[in-house]
């Protein structure tokens, strides 16, 4: 089982990006997902999660700015991100929990990371 995030870029203050990332491999279901991010020098802090529901939460600092959705029937996740603030450059990392049909058990799985950086 593996995430692939994608999306991640440069883009100017105000601007917008908006990123997916996919869990594949031997899965029967998924439950929560979510968006880390880590700037430099500090902690990876949540961004935003949804549950298999659809129920989502959000960091003070995003709310009203970025959305984020998923896709049951394709096991991914997307983060739209408006507005951005140089503020919100940082490596963002996908996370979920995922019924791994070979190990027969929920693990919690973590993409590769994808840059966005918010820069005039």
């Known amino acids: 089982v593996q995430l692939q995030a994608s999306g991640g870029g440069l883009v100017q203050p105000g601007g917008s990006l908006r990123l997916s990332c996919a869990a594949s491999?031997?899965?029967?279901?998924?439950?929560?997902m979510g968006w880390y991010r880590q700037a430099p020098g500090k902690q990876r802090e949540l961004v935003a999660s949804?549950?298999?529901?659809?129920?989502?939460n959000y960091a003070d600092s995003v709310k009203g700015r970025f959305t984020i959705s998923r896709d049951n029937a394709k096991y991914s996740v997307y983060l739209q991100m408006n507005n951005l603030k140089p503020e919100d450059t940082a490596v963002y990392y996908c996370?979920?929990?995922?019924?791994?049909?070979?190990?027969?058990?929920?693990?919690?799985?973590w993409g590769q990371g994808t840059q966005v950086t918010v820069s005039s």
């Open positions: 996370n979920a929990e995922i019924w791994n049909l070979g190990l027969r058990q929920f693990g919690n799985y």
């Open positions: 949804i549950t298999s529901g659809g129920s989502t």
């Open positions: 491999g031997s899965i029967r279901s998924v439950n929560g």
